[in-house]
Protein backbone atom coordinates (compact mmCIF):
# COMPACT_ATOMS: atom_id res chain seq x y z
CA UNK A 1 0.00 0.00 0.00
CA UNK A 2 1.44 3.26 -1.14
CA UNK A 3 1.91 5.16 2.34
CA UNK A 4 0.17 9.71 1.86
CA UNK A 5 3.87 10.45 2.02
CA UNK A 6 4.73 8.88 -0.93
CA UNK A 7 0.99 9.96 -2.95
CA UNK A 8 1.88 13.94 -1.37
CA UNK A 9 4.77 13.67 -3.24
CA UNK A 10 3.88 12.57 -6.38
CA UNK A 11 0.84 14.61 -6.59
CA UNK A 12 2.90 17.96 -5.31
CA UNK A 13 5.64 17.25 -7.84
CA UNK A 14 2.67 17.15 -10.74
CA UNK A 15 1.28 20.22 -9.65
CA UNK A 16 4.40 22.28 -10.29
CA UNK A 17 4.81 21.34 -13.22
CA UNK A 18 1.37 23.03 -13.98
CA UNK A 19 1.99 26.39 -15.80
CA UNK A 20 0.12 29.92 -14.76
CA UNK A 21 -2.13 29.25 -17.73
CA UNK A 22 -3.07 25.71 -17.10
CA UNK A 23 -3.74 26.72 -13.74
CA UNK A 24 -5.90 29.02 -14.53
CA UNK A 25 -7.32 27.34 -17.46
CA UNK A 26 -8.37 24.30 -15.08
CA UNK A 27 -9.58 26.68 -12.78
CA UNK A 28 -11.94 28.08 -14.73
CA UNK A 29 -13.48 24.79 -15.66
CA UNK A 30 -14.16 23.89 -12.16
CA UNK A 31 -14.87 27.40 -10.92
CA UNK A 32 -17.61 27.59 -13.88
CA UNK A 33 -19.21 24.13 -12.10
CA UNK A 34 -18.91 24.96 -8.66
CA UNK A 35 -20.71 28.29 -9.43
CA UNK A 36 -23.35 26.35 -10.83
CA UNK A 37 -23.95 23.86 -8.56
CA UNK A 38 -26.81 23.92 -6.09
CA UNK A 39 -25.17 23.46 -2.95
CA UNK A 40 -23.22 26.85 -4.12
CA UNK A 41 -25.92 29.06 -5.19
CA UNK A 42 -28.26 28.05 -1.79
CA UNK A 43 -25.18 28.77 0.23
CA UNK A 44 -25.87 31.72 2.72
CA UNK A 45 -22.39 31.09 4.74
CA UNK A 46 -19.04 30.50 2.39
CA UNK A 47 -16.12 28.76 4.30
CA UNK A 48 -13.36 29.01 1.65
CA UNK A 49 -9.35 27.97 1.96
CA UNK A 50 -7.48 31.09 0.08
CA UNK A 51 -5.19 29.55 -2.70
CA UNK A 52 -1.92 29.05 -2.38
CA UNK A 53 1.13 27.97 -5.12
CA UNK A 54 -0.77 26.02 -8.19
CA UNK A 55 -4.23 24.96 -5.86
CA UNK A 56 -7.34 25.50 -7.78
CA UNK A 57 -7.69 29.11 -8.00
CA UNK A 58 -10.34 30.89 -5.07
CA UNK A 59 -9.91 34.29 -5.18
CA UNK A 60 -12.97 34.36 -8.12
CA UNK A 61 -15.08 32.09 -5.69
CA UNK A 62 -14.64 34.65 -2.64
CA UNK A 63 -14.77 37.92 -4.67
CA UNK A 64 -18.48 36.43 -6.31
CA UNK A 65 -19.34 34.87 -3.11
CA UNK A 66 -18.68 38.41 -1.59
CA UNK A 67 -20.52 40.07 -4.27
CA UNK A 68 -23.84 38.44 -4.40
CA UNK A 69 -24.11 39.03 -0.41
CA UNK A 70 -22.83 35.73 1.12
CA UNK A 71 -21.11 35.51 4.60
CA UNK A 72 -17.52 34.52 3.61
CA UNK A 73 -14.72 33.29 5.92
CA UNK A 74 -11.26 31.80 5.39
CA UNK A 75 -8.91 29.69 7.20
CA UNK A 76 -6.21 31.17 9.99
CA UNK A 77 -3.67 28.62 11.77
CA UNK A 78 -4.57 29.57 15.65
CA UNK A 79 -1.81 27.63 17.94
CA UNK A 80 -2.49 23.92 16.45
CA UNK A 81 -5.95 24.50 15.09
CA UNK A 82 -7.51 26.05 12.67
CA UNK A 83 -10.20 28.40 12.43
CA UNK A 84 -12.34 30.81 9.87
CA UNK A 85 -12.68 34.10 10.54
CA UNK A 86 -15.15 36.04 8.54
CA UNK A 87 -14.28 38.73 5.48
CA UNK A 88 -15.38 41.47 3.54
CA UNK A 89 -12.45 42.11 1.65
CA UNK A 90 -9.37 40.98 -0.10
CA UNK A 91 -7.78 43.61 2.14
CA UNK A 92 -8.52 41.48 5.51
CA UNK A 93 -5.94 39.20 4.56
CA UNK A 94 -2.14 39.20 5.05
CA UNK A 95 0.59 36.30 4.55
CA UNK A 96 0.41 33.91 7.67
CA UNK A 97 2.32 30.54 8.17
CA UNK A 98 4.21 29.52 4.65
CA UNK A 99 2.76 32.59 3.09
CA UNK A 100 -0.43 31.81 3.05
CA UNK A 101 -2.92 34.78 3.32
CA UNK A 102 -4.87 34.48 6.03
CA UNK A 103 -7.59 37.11 7.67
CA UNK A 104 -6.50 39.67 10.15
CA UNK A 105 -10.23 40.04 11.42
CA UNK A 106 -11.22 39.09 15.16
CA UNK A 107 -14.80 37.93 14.02
CA UNK A 108 -14.71 34.35 14.08
CA UNK A 109 -16.95 32.04 12.07
CA UNK A 110 -18.79 28.99 13.38
CA UNK A 111 -20.86 27.13 11.22
CA UNK A 112 -24.40 26.86 12.50
CA UNK A 113 -27.80 25.35 11.64
CA UNK A 114 -29.69 28.36 10.82
CA UNK A 115 -27.23 28.96 7.84
CA UNK A 116 -26.75 27.05 4.98
CA UNK A 117 -22.70 26.56 5.55
CA UNK A 118 -20.67 25.53 2.63
CA UNK A 119 -17.02 24.74 2.93
CA UNK A 120 -14.66 24.89 -0.17
CA UNK A 121 -12.02 22.11 0.95
CA UNK A 122 -8.14 21.69 -0.04
CA UNK A 123 -6.26 18.56 -0.46
CA UNK A 124 -3.30 16.83 -2.30
CA UNK A 125 -5.24 13.79 -3.60
CA UNK A 126 -8.67 12.71 -3.33
CA UNK A 127 -10.32 9.09 -4.45
CA UNK A 128 -13.68 8.29 -5.88
CA UNK A 129 -15.11 7.44 -2.07
CA UNK A 130 -14.25 11.15 -1.77
CA UNK A 131 -11.60 10.33 0.89
CA UNK A 132 -8.83 13.16 0.93
CA UNK A 133 -5.22 13.46 1.44
CA UNK A 134 -4.49 16.87 2.97
CA UNK A 135 -1.10 18.21 3.73
CA UNK A 136 -0.73 16.22 6.39
CA UNK A 137 -1.56 18.56 10.09
CA UNK A 138 -4.83 17.44 10.02
CA UNK A 139 -6.28 20.85 10.53
CA UNK A 140 -9.33 20.61 8.68
CA UNK A 141 -10.22 16.80 9.70
CA UNK A 142 -10.22 18.40 13.28
CA UNK A 143 -12.15 21.27 12.27
CA UNK A 144 -14.65 19.09 10.71
CA UNK A 145 -14.62 16.79 13.72
CA UNK A 146 -14.94 19.65 16.13
CA UNK A 147 -18.77 20.75 14.28
CA UNK A 148 -22.05 19.24 15.52
CA UNK A 149 -24.04 21.18 12.80
CA UNK A 150 -25.67 19.00 10.42
CA UNK A 151 -25.79 21.39 7.26
CA UNK A 152 -22.58 21.51 6.32
CA UNK A 153 -21.84 20.73 2.98
CA UNK A 154 -18.25 19.91 2.43
CA UNK A 155 -17.43 20.27 -1.92
CA UNK A 156 -13.42 19.72 -2.51
CA UNK A 157 -11.62 21.66 -5.56
CA UNK A 158 -9.14 19.46 -7.53
CA UNK A 159 -7.16 19.20 -11.05
CA UNK A 160 -8.17 15.33 -12.67
CA UNK A 161 -4.65 14.23 -11.52
CA UNK A 162 -5.00 14.36 -7.97
CA UNK A 163 -7.66 11.71 -7.97
CA UNK A 164 -6.56 8.14 -7.42
CA UNK A 165 -8.15 4.75 -7.61
CA UNK A 166 -7.99 4.44 -3.68
CA UNK A 167 -6.45 6.36 -0.59
CA UNK A 168 -5.19 5.01 2.33
CA UNK A 169 -7.77 6.00 5.15
CA UNK A 170 -7.44 6.04 8.98
CA UNK A 171 -9.88 6.47 11.41
CA UNK A 172 -9.85 10.59 11.86
CA UNK A 173 -9.83 11.01 8.14
CA UNK A 174 -13.14 12.86 6.93
CA UNK A 175 -14.55 12.56 3.77
CA UNK A 176 -15.72 15.29 1.88
CA UNK A 177 -19.09 14.99 0.42
CA UNK A 178 -18.37 16.03 -3.20
CA UNK A 179 -15.23 16.61 -5.48
CA UNK A 180 -15.59 19.19 -8.80
CA UNK A 181 -12.39 18.23 -11.20
CA UNK A 182 -12.46 19.85 -14.82
CA UNK A 183 -13.98 16.57 -15.96
CA UNK A 184 -17.41 16.81 -13.57
CA UNK A 185 -18.64 16.30 -9.75
CA UNK A 186 -17.70 13.01 -8.16
CA UNK A 187 -20.31 12.59 -5.17
Do not use: W
Not at 7 to 21: F, G, H, P
Not at 37 to 62: A, G, M
Not at 79 to 102: N, V
Request: charged share 25%.
Amino acid sequence: MIIKQEIRATIKSQKRELSLSQVRRHSDLIQSQLFQHPFYTSCSQLFCYVSFNQEVITRDIITLALSQGKKVAVPKIVGDEMKFFFIESFDELEAGILGILEPITEKEAIPVDTEQNLVIVPGIAFDASRNRIGYGKGYYDRFFLKQIVSKMHKIALAYNFQILEQLPVDDYDVKVDQIITESGIIQ
